[in-house]
Nanobody, 123 residues
Framework: QVQLEESGGGLVQAGGSLRLSCAAS????????MGWFRQAPGKEREFVAA????????NVADSVKGRFTISRDNTRNTLYLQMNSLKPDDTAVYYC????????????????WGQGTQVTVSS
């Protein structure tokens, strides 16, 4: 069982930065793949980034490549998403996700979801 809680969202101007955090509880954090998804108003939830259990493998969506970085600290049971050069199109609710399977997680087949944190980028 893994429980996830996101933080770090807020309002930022275009070109600014934010760092999202996802605190996880449960003894299995260090053994699961983690990721970030987002959902903008009127749109479907979409994949943003994923990282495997050891941080050896990461993947980010083309729409955020070069601007967003995913990382994790297994000693702190925490997942991060560093977001730079933010654009108004990045406005969405951002969700933390966890699953035993790295490939499956990226397809949106997720065992555990957080409640989400709002990110709003003004132009």
């Amino acid at each position: 069982q893994v429980q996830l809680e996101e933080s770090g969202g807020g309002l930022v101007q275009a070109g600014g930065s934010l760092r999202l955090s996802c605190a996880a509880s449960g003894r299995t954090f260090s053994s699961v793949a983690m990721g970030w998804f987002r959902q903008a108003p009127g749109k479907e939830r979409e994949f943003v980034a994923a990282i495997n259990w050891s941080s050896a493998i990461t993947n980010v969506a083309d729409s955020v490549k070069g601007r967003f970085t995913i990382s994790r600290d297994n000693t702190r049971n925490t997942l991060y998403l560093q977001m730079n050069s933010l654009k108004p199109d990045d406005t969405a609710v951002y969700y933390c996700a966890a699953d035993a399977n790295f490939v499956r997680l990226q397809r949106g087949v997720v065992g555990y979801w957080g409640q989400g944190t709002q990110v709003t980028v003004s132009s």
